[in-house]
Each structure stands twice: as structure tokens, then as C-alpha cells.
């Protein structure tokens, strides 16, 4: 079984900063790609930032493109979300997902093995 723990959620004033990290754990926990998605009150789960872990090619969604970042830590298997220059529309829960093996449409959330809690991030305008 793997685990994922999301944190680093919090309120922030437009135009703040947060990292959100996502610690993996569990049997020999080895991914090929990890995501984080988030969802808005009302609103469907959608696609943020992805990374394969190996060779760290990195995936945005348009609107967070410039201002997020997606990077991992090996040895700490962690993933981590930097965002800058938040905006209120950015306000969602946010969850990490960990797909072990290929292939994987990193957009798609059907393609996710497993899935943290959630974190929740407020920006106020």
C-alpha cells in the first residue's frame, strides 16, 4: 500500500506564495509520474502539474503556467508545488496522485493508482 501526505495548505492574499509538498510512502514506494489536481467547491477535479520522476520532465495547465512549480526530492520521496503569484480563482483543495507505471495521460485522474487527503489552499483577494 502507498501512502501520500499533502502539506503546506493555508490562507494567502492574492499575490502570496505557498509550497505545498506531498510525502510518499509505503511497500518499496517507486512511481513513474506524479500529479496534483485540485478541486473548487462545486466544481470538478481538475489537472495542475505533473512530473515523471524519472528524468523530471515537468506539465502545466495554461493557468498556472509561469507562476507554478512542479519539482520532486528523491531521497525524501517527495513532491513538491511551489505557487507563486496566487490568485483567488486558485482556491480548491489541492491532492497529490502517484501513478506507478505506464502509461499515464498525466491530465486524466483516471490514471492515478493512488491519492493523498488533500490540502486546502484560500487565496483572499
Known amino acids: 500500500q502507498v501512502q501520500l501526505v499533502e502539506s503546506g495548505g493555508g490562507l494567502v492574499q492574492a499575490g502570496g506564495s505557498l509550497r505545498l509538498s506531498c510525502a510518499a510512502s509505503?511497500?518499496?514506494?517507486?512511481?513513474?509520474?506524479m500529479g496534483w489536481f485540485r478541486q473548487a467547491p462545486g466544481k470538478e477535479r481538475e489537472f495542475v502539474a505533473a512530473?515523471?520522476?524519472?528524468?523530471?520532465?515537468?506539465y502545466y495547465t495554461d493557468s498556472v503556467k509561469g507562476r507554478f512549480r512542479i519539482s520532486r526530492d528523491n531521497a525524501k520521496n517527495t513532491v513538491y508545488l511551489q505557487m507563486n503569484s496566487l490568485k483567488p480563482e486558485d482556491t480548491a483543495v489541492y491532492y497529490c496522485?502517484?501513478?506507478?507505471?505506464?502509461?499515464?495521460?498525466?491530465?486524466?485522474?483516471?490514471?492515478?493508482?493512488?491519492w493523498g487527503q488533500g490540502t486546502q489552499v484560500t487565496v483572499s483577494s
Open positions: 496522485a502517484a501513478r506507478i507505471n505506464q502509461p499515464v495521460v498525466v491530465t486524466s485522474t483516471r490514471y492515478y493508482d493512488y
Open positions: 509505503g511497500r518499496t514506494f517507486s512511481s513513474y509520474a
Open positions: 512530473i515523471i520522476w524519472s528524468g523530471g520532465s515537468t
